[in-house]
């Protein structure tokens, strides 16, 4: 006679894991969201590769990405964003951790949506400023009022953020505490149609 082995229910990377399938996972926000942190976090908690868009970009150009917007300016910048995004979500699934502005541009936003699923780190503007203020490597603060930069920054691109698949809200928790909402919210998405 054989012995029904009873299996423990899966867990809920496991659950986001089947969840996300083949696609990748496209974290996007603002600077200080935490999409490097969590997304390096969430695609080992899926035992899926991590990438982070702006440091491919400093890798295929060899400048940093100061360097990059201070030579080439903005709008060659986001152009070749758009080609190593574009190139990244050939293949999957990995999570992939976007800069601030990707997914603002219209041509990087269409590939994006195409070639995973998206997910909003959102974040308040205390949040985002406590994070941020620390480290003077961020291009689009060099200004003369980078909080108030950063706050036309969040009114000019969170109305184009919500069209990400889920939203997960980015406070001060535990990293594990967020990647756990990530995974949920993964867990609980229906299929784009």
């Given at each position: 006679?054989?012995?029904?082995?009873?299996?423990?229910?899966?867990?809920?990377?496991?659950?986001a894991r089947a969840a996300l399938g083949k696609r990748n996972l496209v974290l996007i926000g603002?600077?200080?969201?935490?999409?490097?942190?969590?997304?390096?976090?969430?695609?080992?908690?899926?035992?899926?590769?991590?990438?982070?868009?702006?440091?491919?970009?400093?890798?295929?150009?060899?400048?940093?990405?100061?360097?990059?917007?201070?030579?080439?300016?903005?709008?060659?910048?986001?152009?070749?964003?758009?080609?190593?995004?574009?190139?990244?979500?050939?293949?999957?699934?990995?999570?992939?951790?976007?800069?601030?502005?990707?997914?603002?541009?219209?041509?990087?936003?269409?590939?994006?949506?195409?070639?995973?699923?998206?997910?909003?780190?959102?974040?308040?503007?205390?949040?985002?400023?406590?994070?941020?203020?620390?480290?003077?490597?961020?291009?689009?603060?060099?200004?003369?009022?980078?909080?108030?930069?950063?706050?036309?920054?969040?009114?000019?691109?969170?109305?184009?953020?919500?069209?990400?698949?889920?939203?997960?809200?980015?406070?001060?928790?535990?990293?594990?505490?967020?990647?756990?909402?990530?995974?949920?919210?993964?867990?609980?998405?229906?299929?784009?149609?």
């Amino acid at each position: 006679m054989t012995e029904l082995i009873e299996q423990a229910p899966p867990t809920l990377a496991e659950q986001a894991r089947a969840a996300l399938g083949k696609r990748n996972l496209v974290l996007i926000g603002l600077m200080g969201a935490g999409k490097s942190a969590i997304g390096r976090m969430t695609a080992q908690a899926l035992g899926i590769p991590f990438i982070d868009s702006d440091h491919e970009i400093e890798r295929v150009s060899r400048m940093s990405i100061t360097d990059l917007f201070a030579a080439y300016g903005e709008a060659e910048f986001r152009a070749l964003e758009t080609r190593v995004i574009k190139r990244l979500l050939r293949s999957g699934p990995r999570v992939v951790s976007t800069g601030g502005g990707a997914y603002i541009n219209e041509n990087t936003r269409k590939h994006i949506r195409r070639g995973g699923l998206t997910v909003w780190l959102k974040a308040d503007l205390d949040v985002l400023w406590e994070r941020v203020n620390k480290r003077d490597t961020r291009p689009l603060l060099k200004t003369e009022n980078p909080r108030q930069t950063l706050e036309n920054l969040m009114n000019a691109r969170y109305p184009i953020y919500a069209e990400a698949d889920l939203t997960v809200l980015s406070r001060d928790v535990k990293k594990e505490t967020m990647v756990e909402e990530v995974l949920a919210a993964i867990t609980a998405a229906r299929p784009r149609t």
